[in-house]
């Protein structure tokens, strides 16, 4: 089995360098599609080295963030970047097991990290979890729906330690379906090389 949280470890004094204008794009994209107003409260699933946590907080003054992650290099450095935060905790967790109580956001976020979960049907049974009826959900990640897709799915699986599998927008709306959400939006775009798929879905 892969060691996707020990990859990135390895990954993240770098990963935002490396990823920066995929990662500008992509968050910008997420974050247009997180139709809120008011307090609410929101679980960023995968938040990495809390870029996407940084902007929200910008966005939504009134709102209240928690994230996880599975790396603690990613996550410490969250954890330097939003120190001080006092509308944000973060805790070092799987998508697959998240430590919360049952219905208690509004909103689950998950952006670019679909192709690491080990589990997908697990992480999606486990937000759909702690989200509040009528809650929604935010999952965006790259998709295997063109030929271009698949091979970049093959090639990163063979070579990155990371990258678990790309799922096909299919695949990605089924997860969330099997789970009880209704999809609300869906979305298929391109970021340069990446196909991208997004997908928000309501708690019934």
């Known amino acids: 089995m892969k060691d996707t949280p020990g ?12 990823w920066d204008s995929y990662l500008e794009e992509s968050l910008g994209r997420a974050l247009r599609l997180i139709e809120a107003r008011g307090p609410f409260s929101l679980l960023d699933v995968g938040c990495g080295t809390g870029l996407f946590l940084e902007r929200l907080l910008l966005k939504f003054p009134e709102a209240s963030f928690n994230g996880i992650d599975p790396s603690p290099g990613m ?3 969250a954890q330097e970047k939003l120190s001080g935060q006092p509308r944000v905790r973060l805790k070092l967790a799987f998508a697959e097991a998240l430590p919360f109580e049952g219905a208690v956001f509004d909103w689950v976020v998950c952006v670019n990290d679909l192709h ?5 049907k697990k992480a999606a049974h486990e937000m759909f979890r702690v989200l509040k009826p009528g809650g929604r959900i935010l999952l965006l990640d790259w998709c295997r729906d063109s030929w271009m897709g698949k091979i970049v799915n093959c090639f990163f699986a063979w070579l990155d330690p990371a990258h678990v599998w790309m799922y096909t927008t299919a695949e990605m709306k089924n997860f969330l379906a099997a789970q009880g959400f209704e999809i609300a939006r869906l979305e298929r775009f391109r970021l340069r090389l990446w196909e991208m798929a997004a997908l928000v879905g309501v708690k019934a």
């Open 7 to 18: 990859a990135y470890n390895r990954l993240a004094d770098r990963y935002n360098r490396r």
């Open 116 to 120: 690491a979960f080990r589990s997908p």
């Open 75 to 77: 996550l410490g450095k």
